[in-house]
């Protein structure tokens, strides 16, 4: 069994001091405190110990690594036992990395049952509580079946939280690629807040997988922003 100095010293092993500084300036939060341990490292040393969790949710939340590892080791878990632990897990996340990361795979033959828990996690004060409702929508959920369920959830999101904001337009953007007549439906209705839908058209504007002409069509759909 692990214990919290040798997980310390592991990660410090890895340590990178220009990703360090490259990665806290991409969190846009000085008050996390970052090793500088690379992703795939992470994902790495998360296999190595993901029969350790209870372990590892025993140790302080001191490091973003940590916390990383936390999620990333609990996405190994089988459903009803990541259900067991779910609340206290959404409650590590405190930014866009570590929740982008958190994305359980035993929720992809679960996926009915655990809209219950996004419902609950998109009704959450916390921003990236939030974010990771959204963003499980995106890893699981933009299929053809769950089309009337996602963008229904889409709605309840408005601007006002940025990384809330840029979850969904990722999102919506994800249905406009894969779904075009869908996505373009719920484009042309503005149920989206105007910042989140003009953030959609341009995620989605970044994407090959469009063409010019349905670049230029998306473009057209821009909504005016008023202060």
């Excluded at 996390?32 to 140790?59: C, H, N, W």
């Excluded at 921003?127 to 963003?135: E, I, K, S």
């Amino acid at each position: 069994m692990i214990t919290y100095e040798e997980l310390l010293q592991e990660l410090f092993s890895h340590a990178d001091e220009g990703y360090r500084a490259f990665h806290k300036k991409l969190l846009k939060d000085d008050t996390i405190a970052v090793i500088g341990v690379r992703i795939p490292v992470l994902r790495a040393i998360a296999k190595k110990y993901k029969g350790e969790l209870q372990s590892l949710l025993a140790f302080p939340d001191e490091w973003y690594e940590v916390k990383f590892l936390k999620c990333a080791v609990a996405s190994f878990l089988p459903y009803h036992e990541l259900c067991a632990q779910i609340e206290g897990l959404v409650s590590l996340l405190d930014n866009w990395a570590t929740c982008d990361g958190f994305a359980p795979g035993c929720i992809a033959k679960n996926k009915e049952d655990f809209l219950t828990y996004i419902d609950r996690f998109l009704a959450d004060e916390r921003v990236f509580v939030r974010r990771f409702a959204l963003t499980t929508l995106l890893h699981f959920y933009v299929e053809a079946k769950y089309l009337p369920e996602v963008t229904e959830r889409l709605r309840r999101v408005h601007a006002g939280e940025y990384y809330v904001s840029m979850a969904a337009a990722w999102l919506a953007a994800e249905i406009v690629i894969k779904f075009w007549k869908a996505g373009i439906a719920m484009l042309e209705e503005n149920s989206l807040d105007p910042v989140t839908h003009n953030r959609a058209i341009r995620k989605a504007c970044e994407s090959l997988r469009l063409s010019a002409r349905e670049k230029d069509a998306l473009r057209a759909l821009k909504r005016p922003v008023t202060a």
